[in-house]
């Protein structure tokens, strides 16, 4: 196909779809490749804040160290003792993983990426160049963003995944698509990407952000206006569509009792602070007068 398009997907159920045993192997598989990069060493030493590699385990320590067999053999009693009560009755899970414990998010991430893994090493292996179409498909955990494949991953993807991996295409259309917390179009040769909020597409009031009528310090939620400043204007690519999320902002804000002479000098001092980046990201010098509603 012509010009460029984008396409987005989703694993439908993944958390509770994932066969245990599965994960087990591919977690496994995981843990025995991250020991061979570090060859080296023995344990992963974990601290209350971080996690570093060690080549051994001091006697007397306080400090947790674990090998790949202790995390193995870690992820085997978590999954072996999944039970949710009730009405009086035990049920034990023997399929999927509890949304609500820590590691979750980070066992589905694993889980998909040694499917990936595999498959992308085969590739390289045998030279194929299909490799280069999947330069430009991401995941973020369950959520796919594909790029300018002419539909090459949707021919490709049950060879990746297993069949219980199900995904499902729930873009608009091959030129607008949602991902994430960024809401993207294709228009001719260029993607023109914005903030997006799912919120704003319900059909009722979200409340959000600080409200000055409540008792809040009101120098820290004017700092989170500051912030949000910077978080669009991370999500945008373009200036025009950069002022107008900010003018939304300051709508929503202006009605929660922000003062919104006050508002134009955290305005300022952004342009101020980010003078050169935004030179270099818009191609254009930015005013505060561009920002009234």
């Known amino acids: 196909s012509s010009g460029i398009n984008a396409e987005y997907g989703d694993f439908s159920r993944l958390y509770t779809n994932i066969p245990h045993d599965l994960l087990r192997d591919n977690i496994k598989f995981a843990v025995e490749e991250a020991f061979k990069v570090k060859a080296d060493m023995n344990f992963i030493k974990v601290n209350k804040k971080s996690a570093t590699w060690a080549k051994s385990k001091p006697k007397n320590t306080k400090v947790t160290y674990l090998s790949g067999t202790d995390i193995y053999e870690m992820l085997g009693y978590l999954l072996d003792n999944i039970y949710v009560k009730y009405r009086g009755n035990l049920f034990r899970q023997i399929i999927g993983v509890p949304m609500g414990t820590d590691c979750a998010p980070d066992l589905a991430n694993l889980f998909l990426f040694v499917f990936e893994y595999k498959y992308v090493m085969n590739l390289i292996s045998t030279g194929d160049s299909d490799m280069r179409l999947l330069r430009f498909v991401y995941r973020y955990i369950d959520d796919l963003l594909i790029l300018n494949?002419?539909?090459?991953?949707?021919?490709?993807?049950?060879?990746?995944?297993?069949?219980?991996?199900?995904?499902?295409?729930?873009?608009?259309?091959?030129?607008?698509?949602?991902?994430?917390?960024?809401?993207?179009?294709?228009?001719?040769?260029?993607?023109?990407?914005?903030?997006?909020?799912?919120?704003?597409?319900?059909?009722?009031?979200?409340?959000?952000?600080?409200?000055?009528?409540?008792?809040?310090?009101?120098?820290?939620?004017?700092?989170?206006?500051?912030?949000?400043?910077?978080?669009?204007?991370?999500?945008?690519?373009?200036?025009?569509?950069?002022?107008?999320?900010?003018?939304?902002?300051?709508?929503?804000?202006?009605?929660?009792?922000?003062?919104?002479?006050?508002?134009?000098?955290?305005?300022?001092?952004?342009?101020?602070?980010?003078?050169?980046?935004?030179?270099?990201?818009?191609w254009k010098i930015l005013h505060s007068h561009m920002f009234v509603v």
């Open 149 to 282: 494949d002419n539909g090459n991953f949707a021919n490709i993807y049950t060879d990746i995944y297993p069949n219980v991996m199900e995904l499902k295409s729930t873009g608009s259309s091959a030129q607008h698509v949602s991902f994430l917390d960024m809401d993207i179009k294709a228009l001719g040769n260029k993607f023109k990407y914005t903030l997006y909020d799912k919120r704003n597409d319900f059909d009722f009031k979200v409340i959000s952000l600080p409200n000055l009528g409540g008792n809040i310090p009101v120098n820290q939620a004017y700092g989170t206006f500051y912030s949000q400043i910077v978080r669009i204007f991370n999500a945008n690519n373009t200036a025009d569509l950069f002022i107008d999320n900010i003018k939304t902002l300051i709508d929503k804000l202006c009605k929660q009792g922000f003062n919104r002479r006050i508002l134009f000098v955290y305005i300022d001092r952004f342009i101020r602070s980010y003078r050169f980046k935004i030179i270099t990201k818009f």
